[in-house]
């Protein structure tokens, strides 16, 4: 069983940037795929970003293409979204999630999942 804890969120205003956590209590860390999805209220959950186990490979959503970057840190079982110019359009709940294979931006392939933490960007 996977447990995923996210914080780092909070109120910000437009452009501004934030910094997501997402740590996870296996020991089998560095063999997961870690994403980030993220859903607003009256909205679908939605795919932002993933990274392979290694780190090496990622991708992204095309609305937070060079804005947001994901990375990790197997060695704290940590796995970090970095968001910057921040829109309010980015406002939601931002999720942490974990699977065994790498490649997928389909939440329902997803085994594990965080609770959630809150991100509100003001206009």
């Known amino acids: 069983q996977v447990q995923l804890v996210e914080s780092g969120g909070g109120l910000v205003q437009t452009g501004d940037s934030l910094r997501l956590s997402c740590v996870a209590s296996a020991r089998t860390f560095s063999s997961l795929s870690m994403g980030w999805f993220r859903q607003a209220p009256g909205k679908e959950r939605e795919f932002v970003a993933a990274t392979s186990w290694t780190g090496i490979s990622s991708h992204y959503a095309d609305s937070v293409k060079g804005r947001f970057t994901i990375s990790r840190d197997n060695a704290k079982n940590t796995v970090y979204l970095q968001m910057n110019s921040l829109k309010p359009e980015d406002s939601a709940v931002y999720y942490c999630?974990?699977?065994?294979?790498?490649?997928?931006?389909?939440?329902?392939?997803?085994?594990?999942w965080g609770q959630g933490t809150q991100v509100t960007v003001s206009s």
């Open positions: 999630a974990a699977r065994p294979t790498y490649g997928s931006s389909e939440y329902y392939d997803y085994n594990y």
